[in-house]
């Protein structure tokens, strides 16, 4: 397998970084390097990069040495090009997306939203029943006193590449086939939406393999239970609040399975709901029982 440099050093947010390509066969693996780049690359970094999906090698890298970030994805050699423009808009909103997630940096939630929705409904967009908002942005369509850090998509696996069409100059990440933690491996994309300076991160996949333990949809079996809302004057359906609350339930943060509770109580709380999620998502005891309990 021969490795090839596409594109790098490039600097930016901290990190020094590199596009790659392996090809073996017709196989053809692109791989995104990141690796702290010191004050060269106004650095230091103001965090991590795994809250974006990227996760060290398990043996050192060749390109930037035993603590590079990488990122990799399946694709055709065709799609060079597109590769490409995603890493080199992944570089340049790099530092907004870190300010978001480690400085306080405002989150554009409702802008993404309204772009979202213009271009999902659209004629290009996918269909209807292929997509929907999901985890937190869902909770905050429907009232929740909830902050949203980023946009989660539901996606159907139809609807993976037309989501990725609608939003394609917005793509930091080609929709490809890729190791997506929590979800094993996936056929996936991620955009930013809005300019390099305010927008918000979006994320859709959907597992390619056996669905994971808190791939939540498959909890009851009517299918998600979806309740009607509306955006600025748009009829939207998203999935009930007992979802987000499970879920935050299963990464155990306490704080806001409280909050959330507590309004899902005010919206009205379907417990059945609540239970079945829990099991599916194997919900420790301790998160399991205080969900339960603050639910009431």
Request: one cysteine or more; glycine letters at 12%; a neutral charge.
């Amino acid at each position: 397998m021969a490795s090839q440099m596409l594109s790098g050093p490039d600097l930016g947010a901290g990190y020094l970084h590199q596009l790659t390509t392996d090809r073996d066969g017709d196989r053809t693996t692109f791989t995104y390097h990141a690796q702290d780049g010191g004050q060269d690359a106004n650095g230091p970094p103001k965090g991590p990069l795994d809250a974006f999906g990227f996760v060290h090698p398990p043996s050192p890298c060749q390109f930037g040495g035993p603590r590079c970030w990488h990122r990799r994805f399946l694709l055709p050699v065709a799609e060079t090009g597109r590769v490409r423009q995603c890493y080199n808009r992944n570089r340049f909103v790099l530092q907004t997306m870190l300010d978001q997630e480690y400085a306080g940096a405002a989150v554009s939630i409702e802008p993404t939203v309204a772009e979202l929705i213009e271009r999902l409904t659209g004629p290009s967009g996918p269909r209807a029943d292929d997509w929907f908002f999901s985890g937190s942005t869902a909770t905050w369509l429907l009232g929740a006193p909830v902050a949203p850090g980023d946009v989660d998509l539901f996606v159907t696996r139809a609807g993976v590449d037309a989501v990725g069409s609608a939003l394609a100059e917005y793509l930091i990440e080609p929709t490809a086939t890729t190791d997506w933690p929590g979800l094993g491996i996936v056929r996936g994309a991620r955009a930013f939406v809005g300019t390099f300076a305010a927008g918000a991160r979006v994320e859709w996949a959907t597992p390619l393999e056996t669905p994971s333990a808190v791939d939540a949809w498959g909890a009851t079996s009517d299918g998600p239970r979806m309740v009607p809302t509306t955006f600025r004057g748009r009829d939207l359906r998203v999935p009930r609040p007992e979802y987000t609350l499970a879920r935050a339930a299963w990464k155990g943060r306490s704080e806001v399975v409280q909050r959330l509770a507590s309004w899902t109580r005010t919206y009205g709380a379907d417990r059945e709901l609540l239970e079945a999620l829990l099991v599916r998502y194997h919900v420790g005891r301790t998160h399991g029982a205080l969900a339960r309990a603050a639910l009431g």
